[in-house]
């Protein structure tokens, strides 16, 4: 009876482990609906949703965080990605959901007005919508089309050092998105940080 009632034991904690774990790296896919996010403060104070830009043609979510340096060598290119795709109603949404203390609200303040963020830089330290879109690393983009279903997921191009860029994943997924055309590499392979799930 002992024996039975350890290995019942066992099994039931292998088993949370297992949803845990599950609940950490599970991932939308291609086509999906985009996870809804609702009152995450941002560097601005003030609560965004998803539904808040639903003007916008094409929304970028970006898992980024201040601490990762992949994640800084990215900043430039975010900025001038939101200066070239503005005006032609793409919206960049950066999420940081690591609780380090170097990634808490006040630091992403300072990082958000160093930088010169042009697009909303929000903090979920539940971490719920990083877990719902399945973000594994800073940083890890996801293409959510005028639906709002996710078109592309992966990487913003093929090398953290930006001289050495041959492929522009990310353009060219938002390009044919407002060509009205399907991106035709919807799925690349994201680098950087792993994220800190708790």
Same mark, same amino acid.
């Given at each position: 009876?002992?024996?039975?009632?350890?290995w019942?034991? =066992?099994?039931?904690?292998?088993?949370?482990?297992? =949803?845990?774990?599950?609940? $950490?790296?599970?991932?939308?896919?291609?086509? /999906?609906?985009?996870?809804?996010?609702?009152?995450?403060? #941002?560097?601005? /104070?003030?609560?965004?949703?998803?539904? %808040?830009?639903?003007?916008?043609?094409?929304?970028?979510?970006v898992?980024?965080?201040?601490?990762?340096?992949?994640?800084?060598?990215?900043? /430039? @290119?975010?900025?001038?990605?939101?200066?070239?795709?503005?005006?032609?109603?793409?919206?960049?949404? =950066?999420?940081?959901?690591?609780?380090?203390? $170097? %990634? @808490?609200?006040?630091?992403?303040?300072?990082? &958000?007005?160093?930088?010169?963020?042009?697009?909303?830089?929000l903090? /979920?330290?539940?971490?719920?919508?990083?877990?719902?879109? #399945? &973000?594994?690393?800073?940083?890890?983009?996801?293409?959510? %089309?005028?639906?709002r279903?996710?078109?592309?997921?992966?990487?913003?191009?093929?090398?953290?050092?930006?001289?050495?860029?041959e492929?522009?994943?990310? @353009?060219? $997924?938002? %390009?044919?998105?407002?060509?009205?055309?399907t991106?035709?590499?919807?799925?690349?392979?994201?680098?950087?940080? #792993?994220?800190?799930?708790?």
């Open positions: 009876m002992k024996q039975v009632s350890a019942l034991l =066992a099994t039931l904690v292998a088993g949370f482990f297992v =949803a845990g774990c599950a609940q $950490a790296v599970a991932e939308v896919k291609i086509g /999906d609906a985009a996870p809804d996010f609702k009152d995450i403060v #941002g560097t601005d /104070d003030k609560a965004h949703s998803l539904a %808040d830009y639903k003007d916008a043609k094409v929304v970028v979510v898992f980024t965080c201040n601490h990762c340096p992949v994640a800084v060598a990215y900043e /430039d @290119r975010l900025v001038k990605f939101q200066a070239d795709y503005k005006d032609k109603g793409v919206q960049l949404i =950066a999420i940081n959901v690591n609780n380090l203390p $170097a %990634d @808490r609200l006040d630091k992403m303040k300072e990082r &958000a007005q160093a930088k010169g963020f042009n697009f909303p830089y903090y /979920d330290s539940s971490q719920k919508v990083g877990r719902d879109f #399945g &973000a594994k690393v800073t940083p890890h983009f996801f293409v959510l %089309d005028g639906q279903k996710v078109a592309y997921m992966g990487a913003f191009d093929n090398s953290q050092n930006e001289s050495k860029v492929k522009h994943y990310l @353009r060219d $997924a938002v %390009d044919a998105l407002l060509a009205g055309q991106p035709a590499e919807p799925v690349t392979k994201q680098f950087g940080c #792993g994220i800190k799930y708790e």
